[in-house]
Structures are given as C-alpha cells and as structure tokens.
C-alpha cells in the first residue's frame, strides 16, 4: 500500500540558516510526490511537485525538494529561512500504478525562529 | 477568480442532527475531494469524484455521502452527526481527467464541533 511519513513532528531553524523538513514514502510503481504548505485557519497551498525528470525541483517561495529513489525520500529545503516560512508542512504521494488518490503525511510544523 | 469556497466556515452541531457542507468551485476542475484534518493524524481522504455524477470511497467514508450533480459543487453529508466527526473540513479540487500530475488546490476549511 502507499503511504508517506514525515518523521518530524516539528522542526526549529534560525532565521537565516539552511531547512530541511524529511519526507519518505513508499508506492509500488514510480511516485508522483508533492509539497504542500498550510498556514494557520488556512487551506493547503501547492509548493512543488515532482513527477518525473531531474530530481531537484523547484518550487514556491524558494523551496526545493530533492527526490532520492535510492533512499525513497522527497526532502523539502530551502537555503536561508525566513520567519514566514514558520507552517504547518505536507508531503503528498500518488502512486500512478494504484489509483488516483493522494496520501498525505501527517504534517511537520516548521518554526522559523527570529 | 473565488477558487474554492465552503460553507459554513464553522458549526457548532448537535450529536444525531444531519449536516452538510457545502463546496463551490469554479476553475472547471474535473476532480473534487473532501478531507478531513485532525490533529496528529494530518490530512485523511473522505470522499473523491473523478468527474461529474461519479463518486468514490476514500480512507474514511463512514458516516459521510457526497453527491457530484455537476461540475462546480460537491456538498458533504454527515447524515446523524457523532462527536468522533468533530473535525476541519477541507474541500479541494484538480484539474484532472485521465492525468494524475495536478495539483489539488484547497478550500478555507470548515470547522466542525459535534456535541
């Protein structure tokens, strides 16, 4: 069965310095992964979402996300952090061999701390 | 362009009444979704509709209905609400037909508290 974890419940960085927020997953087939950020008493916003082609994607407000097929992992980073960046973060997987339903993790709350 | 929107944006309801949210789009989307997020278990699948008079099954269907009359609306039922439906609501939609690569784009939310 499909399914994404992140690992981190939370996750505090400086402003300034590098983030990462951890994502892996597991899909039988090749993935389709996404990165979704909710900021409070708001929807999900898209961030990035890689399907396919080079592993470093790029996406919103900086981010990237580094897809690893070796380590199942879809990592979601940014070089210099900024205290607006502080969310709630989602990583989504789809596996395209099983049906057309995305399985979210249970979120990382990231603190951008002044 | 509104997106999406929800209604009510909260509710407070008593346990056995029926309730329905409701979900407006209007970017076109082929797809539409319902989810609900609690805390500590993240965002879980309720309901889906591929397409306009089909529904689907997600990981937590019980207690719920949708119905996908047409393209722009896909209101969620709770037919005797429970104190275990209290929860955030989202609506979310994607231009999807046969192509799985869009992204979802999400309602506000509506907050749910059953008593």
């Known amino acids: 069965a499909q399914s994404v974890a992140q690992p981190e419940d939370q996750v505090n960085v400086a402003e300034g310095n590098p983030l990462t927020v951890k994502c892996t997953y597991s899909?039988?087939?090749?993935?389709?992964l996404f990165w979704y950020v909710q900021y409070p008493n708001r929807g999900l916003q898209f961030l990035l979402k890689?399907?396919?082609?080079?592993?470093l994607v790029k996406g919103s407000y900086g981010f990237e996300a580094e897809f690893n097929k070796s380590q199942t992992s879809f990592h979601l980073k940014k070089p210099s952090a900024l205290v607006s960046d502080s969310a709630l973060y989602f990583c989504?997987?789809?596996?395209?061999?099983?049906?057309?339903?995305?399985?979210f993790g249970k979120g990382t709350r990231l603190h951008i701390l002044p | 362009i509104a997106g999406i929107t929800q209604a009510p944006t909260s509710q407070i309801l008593a346990a056995g009444r029926r309730m329905t949210l409701r979900c407006t789009q209007d970017?076109?989307?082929?797809?539409m979704y319902w989810y609900r997020q609690d805390l500590g278990l993240g965002l879980r699948l309720i309901h889906y509709?591929?397409?306009?008079?089909?529904?689907g099954k997600g990981e937590v269907p019980d207690g719920y209905s949708v119905s996908r009359a047409n393209t722009d609306d896909f209101p969620l039922t709770l037919a005797s609400a429970v104190p275990s439906q209290t929860s955030v609501y989202f609506c979310?939609?994607?231009?999807?037909?046969?192509?799985?690569?869009?992204?979802?784009?999400f309602g506000p939310g509506t907050r749910l508290t059953v008593l």
């Open positions: 979310a939609s994607s231009a999807r037909g046969f192509d799985p690569y869009n992204e979802q784009f």
């Open positions: 970017m076109r989307h082929n797809a």
């Open positions: 890689y399907i396919t082609g080079d592993n």
């Open positions: 509709s591929n397409t306009a008079g089909t529904t």
């Open positions: 899909v039988s087939g090749n993935p389709y």
């Open positions: 989504a997987v789809r596996d395209p061999n099983r049906d057309d339903k995305i399985i």
